[in-house]
C-alpha cells in the first residue's frame, strides 16, 4: 500500500511573524509635483475623518509573506495533488490550458463598464458559452451572472417566484417540493425566495416516490427541485411522469445540474420537461474549486421563463455583441456586474476542446467509473450498495458502513479519514441523509484505472483494518499534517474564536 | 488517440470496466432513461481542438477586448484597477489552493483554514470589527445578506439605504429582500455635498427600522462628515448601523469601528484580485462580537481550535449549524461555494501592505485624485469635483457648464486611446451631465495630465 506524507510546518499565524517597519511591497512613487501642488493629505482632510492609529496589520518582507503562503499551500491538498472521490462535487481534473487563458490581460484587465465597443471579445465569449450551455441542456436561454450553484438556485427560485406573481397567484401557491435526498442548498434557496419547503419522501428503489408526489402535490405547489441523477446516483426514471404531475398543476419543474456530469451528452433537461435549470461550471465543466471558489452557476430557463431572467442578458444583433438591460419583467440582479467572467473563460475553453463527442464521452466514462467502483466495492466486507443495488449508478455511488459499524464499530468517518493516509481526498460523508453511515463516491472520468483499483484495495486493506486492528482506524489520519480538529471547541461559546482580534482578547481576559 | 483528459477512453480499458460490472455495452448504463427522451443525436457544438487550436481561439476572441492597460482609464463604480503584486499571482496558482475543494477536512486542508482564518483577522483589523466570515459573492450580495441579517436580528422589517448608491447593490438587494419581505426605503442625500439628511433619516425611523445603510466613501466618492451622528440615530432607535466600505480607503479614513457599525460590508476586489470584467470579487461581511449578530451570520466562517489530543493550535470551520447542509430551510443562508480564493489572495495582499502600506497607498491615492480634480476644474465650465464634500479615490465631474454632452466627451475621450469616467447620466439624471472619476495608485501624473490635455481640446476646441 502506497502511503502519502503531507508537509507538516509548525506556523505561525501572519501576525506573529515579521518585525517593526518591515514592508512586503514597494507602493509607485508619487511624483512630487503632484505633492507640491496637493500638499499632505493630513492638511486638507479634516482630522475626524481620518483613522487615528495604523490598522494592526503585519510587517512582514515579501519573502516572509511568500514563504508563510506557500507552507500554508503545502498543507493544502487539491485535484492536482491526487484523486479526489467527493461525491456531488465533481472533482475533475482542471486543465491547465483553462488557467493560462484565464490569466491573459485581455481577462484580467477590463473593466465592467468598459464602452461595448472596446469588450466586443468579452461578450462573445460569455454569448457565445450561453448558447452552448443552451444546447447542452435544452433549454431556451441563459444568465451567466450566477456566481455559484446555490446562487443560481436562488436565481432559480426566485424565477419562479416572479413567474408566480406575474400570473397573480403567488398568494395560493407557496409551496416548493423537494425530495428528501435533494442538497442541503435547495430547500435553503427555496426558503430564500420566500417558499414554504416540503418534503417528498424516497421509495425504495431510491427514486421519488410517484404516489407520494401525487398526494403531496397541490395546487399550494409553486413548483418542485430535482437532481437527476439523484444524489445516490440513480436517474429518476419517472422524470416524465413526475414532470407532467407537476405541470398539470401549473407548477415549475426546476433541475439542480450539480449532478449533470452523469447524463451529459445523453439527455437533456429540457428534453426531461424542466423549466429551469442551472449549472455549476466549477463541477461538470472542469473549472477549478479554489478551495471554495469562486465557482459559476449560469442559469438557464425555457421561452416562457425567458423575461424573467437576471439583468443584462448578453445578446447579438448580427453586427455586435451588446448588454440588454431592457427587460421589464427581470427579477433584477442577484450580483454585481455579470458573473464570474474568469470562471467562464475556463469553461469555455473546456467546452472547445472537448466538442461534442468528448463531453458524451465524458460523461460515459464517468459512469463507467462510478459504476465500476459501486461494484467492486459493495464486494468488500463492511460495505454496502443500498437501494436497488442491481440498477446502474450515474456519475456517483454511495456506499454505506453501516454494517461496518454494527459489527466493528468502526463509522464512515473513520474510513474517510484513513483514506487520507493513503493520499486519496475522502468522499463525501454522511450525505444523502437517508443512507445511515453514507460514503459517497464519485470518480469522475479524469481518473486511470488504475487509481480506481488503488481505491478499491485501500477500501479492502481498511476492511481489514477495521476487522482485526480498529484502533488505527479510529484514530487515523496520522500521515496528513495534523490529526483531527476539535470541532466542538471550534464553536462553543467559551472557546470561540473567529480572528486573531478575538484570539487576543480572550488570551488578555485569561491573564486578568 | 484518447482524449488527454478521459484515460480510461480506450478500448481495452472500456471493456474491462464493463467485464467487471457485468454488463456488454455502456449503453447499457444509461438503459434506465426513457427512450422517448434521450439525445437521438450529438450536440451540435464546434468540433474538438486541439490545445494549440484552442490556444489561437480563445485568444483571437478575446483580442477584439481592449484591456485598460492599453488605454487610459478613469473607471471604477464599484471595480477599480489597483496593482496585484506578482507574489498575490504567484500564490493564487498554487494548485493546492487552487484545485482543493472546500476544506471540509481540516487534518487534509489546514492550509486553506488557516489562509482564511488570516483573511478574515485582517479584515477585522482594517475595518476595526471582531468578525468576518469566508467570503461573500461581492459588495452587492454582502450588503443584501447584511439586510436579511439585520431583520433576523432585530425582528423588523424595514432596512434603509442612501440615495446615492450603487445601482448594482440596489437591483441585488432588492431582489434579496422582497421574498423576505423587507422594505428598502430611500434616505434622501443633500444635492450639494451629498450627506445623509439627519432630518429626513430621524422622520424615517421607525419601530420597524432593522437596519440603516451608508457607504463611506459613498458610491459617488466623497467622504461622509455625520456617520457617527447617523450611528447615534439608528442606534437610539434600536436598529443596526450597516457600513459599506473600500478597503483601500482605511489607511486613512476613520474604519466603521470607529463610529458604532454593527455590520460592515464592502467590495475584496481591490485587495489583490484583478478587475476581470467585474468577475471573481469578493464579498466582505465583518461584524462585532455579539453572539446574536454571530448567530446570524451567512456563509463560511473559520474559527480557531487545537487537535482533538489538545497538543496543537489548529483550525476549522465553526457554527456550521447556521449553514444549508446542516439547517437546510432554516439556514441564514444558502451560500456554500464562496469566493475563497479572492479571499486568500486579499490575505496575501492585506500581509505585502502590511501596517504602514495602507496609510502611504491612501495617501497617495488622495493626492493624485484630487490633483485630477483640481486640473480637470482649470477647464472652463468644468466642476470637479460637482459634491462639496471630501472625497478619496472618486469623485464627480460635472459639465452642465460646457457645451457638451458626457456621452460625446467620453466617444471623443475613446478616440484618443482614454476611456472616461463612468456616466451617471441614466442612472442620477437630477446631476444633469455628469460622471463618476476614478483615480488610483495606478495613474501617473503623464496620465492624468493627458486626459486634462484632451477633455480641454474636447471641450473648448
Given amino acids: ?512 | 488517440m484518447t482524449n488527454p483528459y478521459l484515460p480510461n477512453d480506450t478500448d481495452e480499458i472500456r471493456q474491462k470496466l464493463l467485464k467487471t460490472i457485468g454488463i456488454k455495452n455502456t449503453d447499457e448504463l444509461f438503459s434506465d432513461i426513457p427512450s422517448t427522451i434521450l439525445l437521438k443525436k450529438s450536440l451540435s457544438l464546434p468540433v474538438s481542438l486541439s490545445e494549440a487550436e484552442v490556444r489561437r481561439a480563445v485568444e483571437g476572441i478575446l483580442k477584439k477586448n481592449s484591456t485598460v492597460k492599453e488605454l487610459i482609464s478613469f473607471l471604477g463604480g464599484g471595480v477599480w484597477p489597483h496593482y496585484v503584486p506578482a507574489v498575490v499571482d504567484n500564490i493564487a496558482s498554487r494548485s493546492e489552493f487552487l484545485t482543493s475543494y472546500t476544506p471540509y477536512q481540516p487534518e487534509l486542508n489546514q492550509g486553506v483554514l488557516q489562509a482564511l482564518f488570516e483573511y478574515q483577522s485582517l479584515i477585522c483589523e482594517l475595518v476595526k470589527m471582531d468578525v468576518a466570515n469566508c467570503s461573500m459573492y461581492d459588495w452587492a450580495s454582502s450588503l443584501a445578506e447584511a439586510a436579511r441579517m439585520t431583520s433576523r436580528i432585530t425582528g423588523k422589517n424595514v432596512f434603509l439605504v442612501p440615495h446615492f448608491i450603487s445601482p448594482e447593490r440596489i437591483t441585488v438587494l432588492k431582489s434579496y429582500a422582497e421574498p423576505a419581505e423587507i422594505r428598502v426605503v430611500e434616505v434622501k442625500q443633500s444635492a450639494n455635498n451629498g450627506q445623509i439628511d439627519l432630518e429626513d433619516l430621524k422622520q424615517k425611523m421607525s419601530s420597524e427600522t432593522a437596519g440603516v445603510y451608508i457607504e463611506n466613501p459613498s458610491y459617488l466618492g466623497y467622504v461622509m462628515n455625520n456617520a457617527s451622528i447617523v450611528s447615534e440615530i439608528v442606534h437610539d432607535a434600536g436598529g443596526l448601523f450597516v457600513v459599506g466600505v473600500d478597503p483601500m480607503s482605511l489607511g486613512v479614513l476613520k474604519p466603521p469601528g470607529d463610529y458604532g457599525a454593527d455590520i460592515v460590508v464592502g467590495e475584496g476586489q481591490p485587495l489583490g484580485n484583478h478587475m476581470s470584467f467585474g468577475g471573481g470579487l469578493l464579498g466582505i461581511l465583518s461584524c462585532k462580537d455579539n453572539p446574536y449578530y454571530i448567530r446570524q451570520l451567512p456563509g463560511r466562517v473559520v474559527g480557531m481550535t487545537t487537535t482533538i489530543k489538545g497538543d496543537e493550535r489548529g483550525f476549522c470551520f465553526a457554527l456550521q449549524t447556521r449553514e444549508q447542509h446542516i439547517r437546510r430551510e432554516k439556514a441564514t443562508s444558502n451560500i456554500c461555494t464562496n469566493e475563497t480564493l479572492c479571499a486568500i489572495r486579499a490575505a496575501v495582499y492585506m500581509s505585502l501592505m502590511g501596517r504602514k502600506g495602507f496609510e502611504t497607498l491612501g495617501n497617495n491615492i488622495l493626492i493624485a485624485s484630487h490633483y485630477t480634480a483640481k486640473i480637470l476644474s482649470e477647464i472652463g465650465g468644468v466642476e470637479a469635483p460637482s459634491f462639496k464634500s471630501e472625497f478619496f479615490k472618486e469623485f464627480t465631474v460635472n459639465f452642465d457648464r460646457t457645451s457638451k454632452s458626457v456621452d460625446e466627451i467620453n466617444n471623443r475621450l475613446l478616440r484618443n486611446g482614454i476611456v472616461g469616467g463612468h456616466s451617471l447620466k441614466t442612472i442620477f439624471p437630477e446631476l444633469g451631465n455628469s460622471s463618476l472619476y476614478c483615480v488610483t495608485e495606478l495613474h501617473s501624473r503623464n496620465d492624468i495630465e493627458t486626459l486634462q490635455t484632451k477633455l480641454k481640446e474636447i471641450i473648448e476646441g
Fill in chain 1, 1 to 512: 500500500m502506497k502511503e502519502f506524507r503531507q508537509a507538516k510546518w509548525h506556523m505561525p499565524t501572519i501576525f506573529e511573524i515579521g518585525a517593526g517597519d518591515r514592508s512586503g511591497c514597494e507602493l509607485p512613487k508619487l511624483d512630487s509635483v503632484l505633492r507640491q501642488a496637493i500638499g499632505d493629505p493630513s492638511t486638507f482632510l479634516p482630522k475626524d475623518l481620518m483613522r487615528t492609529s495604523p490598522p494592526n496589520l503585519p510587517e512582514t518582507s515579501e519573502v516572509e509573506v511568500l514563504r508563510h503562503f506557500t507552507k500554508l499551500s503545502q498543507m493544502a491538498f487539491g485535484v492536482d495533488e491526487g484523486f479526489y472521490p467527493l461525491g456531488s462535487c465533481t472533482m475533475k481534473y482542471n486543465p491547465k490550458i483553462n488557467e493560462a487563458l484565464a490569466n491573459l490581460d485581455e481577462v484580467n484587465w477590463i473593466h465592467p463598464y468598459q464602452d461595448e465597443s472596446t469588450v466586443q471579445g468579452a461578450l462573445e465569449l460569455m454569448y457565445k458559452l450561453s448558447c452552448w450551455l443552451i444546447e447542452i441542456t435544452g433549454m431556451h436561454s441563459f444568465s451567466l451572472q450566477p456566481s455559484a450553484g446555490a446562487h443560481g438556485e436562488f436565481a432559480g427560485t426566485l424565477i419562479m417566484r416572479a413567474y408566480h406573481k406575474h400570473n397573480s397567484h403567488l398568494e395560493s401557491k407557496d409551496e416548493v417540493l423537494i425530495p428528501d435526498l435533494a442538497h442541503g442548498t435547495n430547500p435553503a434557496s427555496a426558503a430564500m425566495a420566500g417558499f414554504k419547503v416540503i418534503i417528498i419522501p424516497s421509495g425504495i428503489d431510491g427514486c421519488i416516490d410517484i404516489e407520494a408526489l401525487k398526494n403531496i402535490v397541490s395546487k399550494r405547489t409553486a413548483g418542485l427541485m430535482l437532481t437527476n441523477p439523484n444524489t445516490l446516483g440513480i436517474f429518476e426514471k419517472e422524470i416524465v411522469e413526475i414532470s407532467k404531475i407537476l405541470h398539470e398543476e401549473g407548477a415549475l419543474l426546476y433541475y439542480d445540474g450539480a449532478n449533470f456530469n452523469g447524463i451529459m451528452g445523453k439527455v437533456r433537461p429540457g428534453d426531461m420537461g424542466f423549466d429551469i435549470v442551472h449549472l455549476n461550471l466549477h463541477k461538470t465543466f472542469s473549472t477549478p474549486h479554489g478551495g471554495g471558489g469562486p465557482g459559476s452557476g449560469p442559469v438557464g430557463v425555457v421561452e416562457e421563463l425567458d423575461k424573467f431572467l437576471p439583468i443584462p442578458l448578453i445578446q447579438y444583433d448580427g453586427e455586435k455583441y451588446y448588454l440588454d438591460y431592457n427587460r421589464t419583467y427581470s427579477i433584477g440582479k442577484i450580483r454585481g456586474f455579470y458573473g464570474n467572467f474568469d470562471i467562464l473563460v475556463r469553461a469555455f475553453s473546456y467546452i472547445l476542446t472537448m466538442g461534442a463527442e468528448g463531453l458524451e464521452n465524458a460523461a460515459e466514462i464517468a459512469v463507467l467509473n462510478a459504476n465500476y467502483l459501486s461494484k467492486r466495492l459493495a464486494n468488500i466486507k463492511g460495505f454496502e450498495l443500498p437501494y436497488d443495488n442491481e440498477r446502474p449508478r450515474k456519475h456517483e455511488c454511495v456506499i454505506s458502513c453501516s454494517k461496518m459499524k454494527r459489527e466493528t464499530g468502526v463509522q464512515a468517518k473513520n474510513v474517510a479519514k484513513r483514506l487520507i493516509d493513503f493520499g486519496i481526498h475522502p468522499p463525501t460523508m454522511y450525505f444523502p441523509l437517508i443512507i445511515d453511515e453514507a460514503l459517497m463516491i464519485e470518480p469522475t472520468e479524469t481518473e486511470t484505472i488504475e487509481e480506481l483499483e488503488g481505491l478499491v484495495d485501500m477500501f479492502a486493506e481498511i476492511s481489514k483494518e477495521a476487522y482485526s486492528t480498529p484502533n488505527v482506524l479510529l484514530e487515523a489520519p496520522h500521515n496528513s499534517s495534523f490529526s483531527q480538529m476539535d470541532e466542538v471547541k471550534a464553536s462553543h461559546p467559551r472557546t470561540l474564536c473567529l480572528s486573531w482580534r478575538m484570539h487576543q482578547r480572550m488570551k488578555h481576559e485569561k491573564k486578568d
